[in-house]
């Protein structure tokens, strides 16, 4: 089986462990998630298994590169991990109101850098951040390139102050939480996290794990779940090959055509058969499947 499952990921999973459970659905080893998400994050994670993992590499780079999460904050209190699921390491008094937060976010919107919280999965002299973190070693982050292309205050529930957010690969929502906080002069806490959009993947066509397994369990169809791995490579131009050149192709051969240079989704017939680049009026196979 070769193609790519969304998942609606439940929090408390980790991304990985979501997708070793996808690919033994459809009986494969072969699997990686495409982005990841925090454990305690829910919503889209979308799992290439068998031969779309080759693809991994080209729907990161070249579709189009921006998340959409929904999050939540409570303000007077701060945990290590910056949140929920970590120790409060502050508390505060102060409760920013409604205007202060909006301000807030017109102003973060404008910023083009950001540091990212010790509780991460960057390297750091060979070990992950939350390593070091988790020993109480300093950590001095840098900060990294952002754009948050949209950032607004949705609506208040009780205490928890929710938000939106469009942004960049590399944008860490708990970042963002900090980030408010401190821009309203107190201190915050990422009450949740949902993602609804990654590299051109919808929550409106994610599936529960749990509910895939059960179909699976009860010996139900899951492959109309399983997209093709050609799914969200859509921006890429498209060649078709005959049934001589796709076979040279196939074995690494070089083809003769015409059109600009570039990235082109190569089929033979209907069927996908890899991902090639043009240079000077000659395709060379990048990927094959």
Same mark, same amino acid.
């Given at each position: 089986?070769?193609?790519?499952?969304?998942?609606?990921?439940?929090?408390?999973?980790?991304?990985?462990? =979501?997708?070793?459970?996808?690919? !033994? $659905?459809?009986?494969?080893?072969?699997? +990686?998630?495409?982005?990841?998400?925090?454990?305690?994050?829910?919503?889209?994670? *979308?799992?290439?298994?068998?031969?779309?993992?080759?693809?991994? *590499?080209?729907? @990161?780079?070249?579709?189009?590169?921006? &998340?959409?999460?929904?999050?939540?904050?409570?303000?007077?209190?701060?945990?290590?991990?910056?949140?929920?699921?970590? &120790?409060?390491?502050?508390?505060?008094? !102060?409760?920013?109101?409604?205007?202060?937060? &909006? !301000? =807030?976010?017109? %102003?973060?919107?404008?910023?083009?850098?950001? %540091?990212? *919280?010790?509780?991460?999965? #960057?390297?750091?002299?060979?070990?992950?951040?939350?390593?070091?973190?988790?020993?109480?070693?300093?950590?001095?982050?840098?900060?990294? *390139?952002?754009?948050?292309?949209?950032?607004?205050?949705?609506?208040?529930?009780?205490? @928890?102050?929710?938000?939106?957010?469009?942004?960049?690969?590399?944008?860490?929502?708990?970042?963002?939480?900090?980030?408010?906080?401190?821009?309203?002069?107190?201190?915050?806490?990422?009450?949740?996290?949902?993602?609804?959009?990654?590299?051109?993947?919808?929550?409106?066509?994610?599936?529960?794990?749990?509910?895939?397994?059960?179909?699976?369990?009860?010996?139900?169809? #899951?492959?109309?779940?399983? $997209?093709?791995?050609?799914?969200?490579?859509?921006?890429?131009?498209?060649?078709?090959?005959?049934?001589?050149? =796709? /076979?040279?192709?196939?074995?690494?051969?070089?083809? /003769?055509?015409?059109?600009?240079?570039?990235?082109?989704?190569?089929?033979?017939?209907?069927?996908?058969?890899?991902?090639?680049?043009?240079?000077? +009026?000659?395709?060379?196979?990048?990927?094959? #499947?």
């Amino acid at each position: 089986m070769d193609g790519i499952v969304i998942l609606d990921k439940d929090s408390g999973v980790f991304s990985r462990t =979501a997708g070793g459970r996808v690919a !033994k $659905m459809f009986r494969t080893k072969k699997f +990686g998630h495409i982005g990841t998400l925090d454990p305690m994050a829910t919503g889209v994670l *979308p799992i290439a298994i068998g031969n779309a993992t080759k693809m991994i *590499p080209f729907i @990161e780079d070249i579709c189009q590169n921006r &998340k959409e999460y929904l999050f939540g904050i409570k303000f007077g209190f701060q945990t290590d991990t910056l949140d929920i699921t970590g &120790k409060i390491v502050k508390k505060a008094g !102060k409760i920013p109101d409604e205007n202060a937060v &909006k !301000k =807030a976010c017109e %102003i973060l919107e404008k910023t083009n850098e950001q %540091i990212p *919280p010790a509780f991460s999965a #960057i390297h750091i002299d060979g070990k992950r951040a939350y390593e070091l973190a988790r020993i109480g070693q300093d950590i001095d982050m840098k900060p990294r *390139p952002i754009t948050l292309y949209k950032l607004e205050f949705t609506g208040k529930t009780d205490e @928890e102050f929710n938000f939106r957010v469009v942004c960049s690969r590399g944008t860490y929502v708990r970042a963002i939480v900090r980030d408010i906080a401190a821009i309203c002069d107190t201190i915050g806490t990422t009450t949740y996290i949902r993602r609804t959009m990654t590299n051109g993947f919808s929550i409106k066509n994610a599936v529960k794990l749990d509910f895939l397994e059960n179909l699976f369990n009860n010996s139900a169809a #899951i492959t109309k779940y399983l $997209m093709a791995p050609d799914f969200a490579l859509g921006d890429i131009p498209v060649i078709n090959l005959g049934d001589e050149d =796709a /076979k040279l192709y196939k074995n690494g051969g070089f083809i /003769k055509t015409d059109g600009n240079d570039g990235l082109r989704r190569v089929y033979s017939g209907k069927n996908f058969i890899g991902i090639g680049r043009v240079d000077d +009026g000659t395709l060379r196979p990048q990927r094959t #499947i």
